[in-house]
């Protein structure tokens, strides 16, 4: 038997409606470094979204499931370019700005962006990319940067609020089938080519209705959320999609990253909620430190990305700014799992920071089961680690083939039956708290960006003087992570490390801030027994002091 229940789809121009005419005096702050901030009601950007719809069919001629790109910061016109692109029925593309260009270069021609709404301030990123940058037909640019850059290119230059101007301020949002690609992001490639998890209406909706509730991030149209985490990055967590279905307001950094920058936006601003990866608040913490500021306002604040340091937890608390932990990743849309304490256990306890120190509980729509190494389901006892594999409405089911070509499933990404492998391995309780043990690979996180180890070795191991190289993830107080070069030279080699390093940023094509600074000559590389590189070995070599660590 059917239900007798209406089927009305799940779309992206559904939350927008909502949230411009429901909420319509909620606001996007936008900070300009300079003055006052920019502030737009979600009414105006309901209307601004439609001109900028209305731009890009009838003068750009998007038509159909066409994908438009953005290399924007967070702002308001990145939060219209997030509805209006896929509310008139194509594909958003939010391009990574800190990706190394040959890597964005790469996504932009696999995924067959045309258009690219660009923030001026990242024209000198774009504009010697755009020759590569085979089907971009169109660069739209919005906010202060140097257009002059762009004199010359082949592809047609337009000025956002000139292409947006005296457009309508209504559209009429077709009626699209829930299921359909609404934005897609890129995972880093950390092995081999970057991979494309492409969202649907649906899957968007319904993690934006799961980031409302209270056991997640529960905010109100009382709240301010300070947006750290980047657009490009899982859609910025899923919190302006959110914040459109309950009002929340939105105090966006734009490209004021800096602790500084950042203090002054919760000090003059009063944000009661933000989110971002540690190394954003391992920097605010060293900056409130340094210079004490009204933070009083901020009391709640999500963290994700990597684990959270206990020790940043504490100081937080201290400030009265409460931290809850949450795991995700691009593949999950990314809410898996938040901690919040079950009520049971005693606010303040150490039983209570215990469960707020793991990655957090499943919400409803998120199942998991952990694999063993030899494929054996594993038991939630808070004991058994293994591979966490998850599966729901909301969770990848397979890469973006490319125009034309059909999905991937890559083995050692999907299950036979359809589960997404994470990739993380740990240990889930009996109560469904899941704690990371460790990285089944053995990327670099640093600062929430990924540098892969393998990349490093390989443009190392090109050097003529080197015979081996292992790079591993060591802990570091400011990025959480950074790469040591472990090095095997030549017979007779003398070359120094920081010949090296300039080796790897002119020869190996490696992006500045993937540079390793720490340096240490090995005898051989440990090995496993099937002679792979042993880097557990390595890593508690070093953390045990016992190699000779040079700084550069
Ligand atoms: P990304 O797709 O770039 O968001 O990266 C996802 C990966 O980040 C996950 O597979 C984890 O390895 C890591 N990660 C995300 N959140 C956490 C967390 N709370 N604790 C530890 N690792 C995390």
């Known amino acids: 038997m059917l239900s007798t229940m209406q089927d009305v789809p799940l779309l992206i121009s559904r939350i927008l409606t909502h949230g411009s005419v429901i909420h319509g005096t909620s606001q996007v702050i936008t900070w300009t470094g300079e003055g006052e901030p920019e502030r737009r009601s979600y009414a105006e950007i309901g209307a601004?979204?439609?001109?900028?719809?209305?731009?890009?069919?009838?003068?750009?001629?998007?038509?159909?499931?066409?994908?438009?790109?953005?290399?924007?910061?967070?702002?308001?016109?990145?939060?219209?370019?997030?509805?209006?692109?896929?509310?008139?029925?194509?594909?958003?593309?939010?391009?990574?700005?800190?990706?190394?260009?040959?890597?964005?270069?790469?996504?932009?021609?696999?995924?067959?962006?045309?258009?690219?709404?660009?923030?001026?301030?990242?024209?000198?990123?774009?504009?010697?990319?755009?020759?590569?940058?085979?089907?971009?037909?169109?660069?739209?640019?919005?906010?202060?940067?140097?257009?002059?850059?762009?004199?010359?290119?082949?592809?047609?230059?337009?000025?956002?609020?000139?292409?947006?101007?005296?457009?309508?301020?209504?559209?009429?949002?077709?009626?699209?089938?829930?299921?359909?690609?609404?934005?897609?992001?890129?995972?880093?490639?950390t092995t081999g080519d970057p991979k494309g998890v492409v969202y649907s209406h649906r899957s968007i909706y319904l993690h934006s209705m799961q980031i409302n509730m209270a056991q997640s991030m529960g905010l109100t149209d009382e709240d301010l959320s300070l947006v750290v985490v980047p657009q490009f990055h899982v859609n910025a967590w899923g919190v302006p999609h959110a914040t459109f279905m309950t009002g929340v307001n939105m105090l966006m950094p734009d490209r004021f990253l800096q602790p500084g920058p950042l203090a002054e936006m919760i000090e003059t601003q009063k944000p009661t909620h933000a989110a971002a990866v540690p190394t954003i608040w391992q920097g605010l913490l060293a900056e409130l430190n340094a210079r004490p500021r009204d933070v009083s306002s901020l009391t709640q604040v999500t963290i994700g990305g990597s684990a959270c340091p206990p020790a940043l937890m504490q100081a937080f608390d201290k400030l009265g700014m409460r931290v809850c932990h949450a795991w995700g990743m691009t593949e999950t849309s990314p809410l898996g799992t938040i901690a919040r304490p079950p009520a049971h256990v005693e606010a303040g306890s150490d039983v209570e920071f215990a469960y707020r120190l793991t990655q957090g509980r499943f919400p409803a729509s998120v199942e998991a089961r952990l694999t063993g190494p030899g494929g054996e389901r594993l038991p939630w006892d808070g004991e058994s680690a293994g591979e966490l594999e998850v599966r729901g409405p909301w969770i990848a089911g397979a890469y973006y083939g490319g125009q034309g070509a059909e999905p991937t499933r890559p083995d050692d990404k999907f299950s036979e039956d359809g589960w997404l492998k994470t990739g993380d391995v740990g240990?889930?309780?009996?109560?469904?708290?899941?704690?990371?043990?460790?990285?089944?690979?053995?990327?670099?996180?640093?600062?929430?960006?990924?540098?892969s180890s393998v990349e490093l070795e390989n443009a190392l191991m090109a050097h003529p003087d080197v015979a081996e190289a292992a790079v591993v993830a060591v802990p570091d107080e400011k990025w959480g992570e950074r790469p040591l070069a472990t090095v095997v030279l030549k017979e007779g080699a003398t070359t120094e490390f920081a010949a090296l390093r300039s080796f790897l940023a002119d020869e190996g094509g490696i992006a500045k801030w993937q540079l390793p600074e720490r340096w240490t000559i090995i005898e051989s590389v440990p090995k496993t027994s099937v002679g792979k590189f042993d880097k557990k070995v390595l890593r508690r070599q070093y953390a045990e002091g016992a190699l000779d660590v040079t700084q550069i």
């Open 48 to 189: 601004r979204t439609a001109q900028l719809a209305h731009a890009l069919r009838e003068d750009l001629g998007v038509d159909g499931d066409e994908r438009v790109a953005t290399l924007m910061w967070n702002n308001s016109e990145h939060v219209e370019a997030y509805f209006a692109i896929p509310s008139m029925g194509a594909v958003l593309h939010t391009l990574n700005l800190r990706l190394p260009p040959e890597q964005l270069a790469w996504i932009v021609n696999h995924a067959a962006d045309r258009v690219i709404i660009a923030n001026g301030s990242l024209l000198p990123l774009l504009a010697p990319l755009l020759p590569h940058l085979k089907p971009v037909e169109h660069v739209v640019v919005a906010g202060p940067g140097d257009r002059s850059l762009l004199a010359g290119a082949s592809v047609q230059v337009h000025e956002y609020e000139d292409l947006i101007a005296g457009k309508p301020t209504t559209y009429d949002w077709p009626e699209l089938d829930e299921r359909t690609a609404a934005a897609m992001c890129y995972t880093s490639g």
């Open 427 to 451: 240990t889930i309780s009996p109560d469904g708290f899941l704690t990371l043990t460790d990285r089944a690979k053995d990327v670099i996180k640093s600062g929430g960006e990924w540098i």
